[in-house]
């Protein structure tokens, strides 16, 4: 099993639409997570973080995180053809020193 | 302006010839780190530092070296590169020990023929 497991896409979303990323984690203590966006091409850049329970909202972004369930996840809205991207989920684990990434969820919004 | 410089950004060498991707930032990092990222298999870690000559396996170390001997310095070495080690690296620095937001470089693309 993955430590942190994503589902690779493409999740296909019409624009104006919300888009529903998913992440579970295996490291029951882990306490930081985090959402990267990638552009093909181009280096992750940090869009959502998240350490307690419930959401957490950032312009058209939410992130959710259950730490019960050992779920994170990411919603889009109102979903741009620039969102396109793959979206990395990253998990700091419960001894700290090492941030383990998600395969990633690559995005794709239709005009 | 804040930014991880890595180079070369793209290299194309030969099996056993051995080569240095440099990393550097400019905001006073004491966390750096360095990640390969390969189809399928998302970021994996390769080598982490704490701060100057504090040096740590990631997931992913064999066959690389790392030194830490400037905060701002983070060189990833390739003794032997092997075809195995062709991927995209990305080195990355962060604040607070590591806990801050990571700052990428733009990659850099190696091919080992």
């Known amino acids: 099993q993955k430590e942190v497991e994503q589902n690779s896409g493409p999740l296909s979303v019409p624009e104006g639409a919300i888009a529903s990323l998913n992440c579970t984690y295996s490291?029951?203590?882990?306490?930081?997570f985090f959402w990267y966006r990638q552009y093909s091409g181009k280096s992750p850049e940090l869009i959502m973080s998240?350490?307690?329970?419930g959401d957490k909202e950032d312009g058209r972004f939410t992130a959710q995180l259950n730490k019960a369930s050992q779920y994170v996840s990411l919603l889009i809205r109102d979903s741009q053809p620039s969102d396109s991207a793959t979206y990395l989920c990253?998990?700091?684990?419960?001894?700290?020193?090492?941030?383990?990434f998600g395969g990633g969820t690559r995005v794709l919004v239709k005009p | 302006e804040a930014q991880v410089t890595q180079n070369p950004r793209y290299l194309i060498t030969v099996t056993g010839k051995k080569l240095t991707v440099t990393c550097s930032q400019n905001?006073?990092?004491?966390?750096m780190s360095w990640y390969r990222q390969d189809p399928g298999l998302g970021l994996r870690q390769i080598y982490y530092?704490?701060?100057?000559?504090?040096?740590d396996k990631g997931d992913v170390p064999e066959g690389y070296k790392v030194s830490r001997k400037e905060k701002r310095n983070f060189p990833l070495i390739l003794e032997s590169p092997s075809p195995n080690q062709t991927s995209l690296y990305f080195c990355?620095?962060?604040?607070?020990?590591?806990?801050?937001?990571?700052?990428f470089g733009e990659g850099s693309r190696l091919t080992v023929l």
């Open positions: 990355a620095s962060s604040n607070w020990g590591g806990f801050g937001e990571l700052f």
């Open positions: 905001m006073n990092h004491e966390y």
């Open positions: 998240i350490y307690s329970n």
């Open positions: 990253a998990v700091r684990g419960a001894a700290g020193n090492k941030l383990t």
């Open positions: 530092s704490m701060n100057v000559e504090v040096t």
């Open positions: 490291d029951r203590g882990s306490q930081s």
